[in-house]
């Protein structure tokens, strides 16, 4: 079983960057795909990013050119740099793991999540 816990979230100018953390604990974090998702008020979870086991990635249309991707399986962290935010990506952030993650289906464990607010 693996337990995340997000960090990072808050309150930035449009234009600007946050960097969202993801610390896994428990056994076997090497071994899951990684994904972050984000959720707008009275919608359902969308894909953001991802990274596989083998470090292959995947981004969303709307955020590529803006956000990365990363993972350290030392550190047991899986990151999201953000950067020139906009007013719409402002949602809540949840990372996610699962051994058979693609997209949007397939995610076992979720973090809590944590809010991005983007101010115009």
């Known amino acids: 079983q693996v337990q995340l816990l997000e960090s990072g979230g808050g309150l930035v100018q449009a234009g600007g960057s946050l960097r969202l953390s993801c610390a896994g604990s428990?056994?076997?974090?090497?071994?899951?795909?990684m994904a972050w998702l984000r959720q707008f008020p009275g919608k359902e979870r969308e894909f953001v990013a991802s990274?596989?086991?083998?470090?292959?990635?995947l981004l969303a249309e709307s955020v590529k050119g803006r956000f990365t991707i990363s993972r350290d399986n030392v550190e047991r962290t899986v990151y999201l740099q953000m950067n020139i935010l906009k007013p719409e990506d402002a949602a809540v952030y949840y990372c996610a793991a699962g051994r058979w993650g693609h997209e949007t289906r397939g995610w076992t464990y979720w973090g809590q999540g944590t809010q991005v607010t983007v101010s115009a």
């Open positions: 990274i596989t086991w083998s470090g292959e990635m």
């Open positions: 428990g056994h076997g974090f090497k071994d899951y795909n």
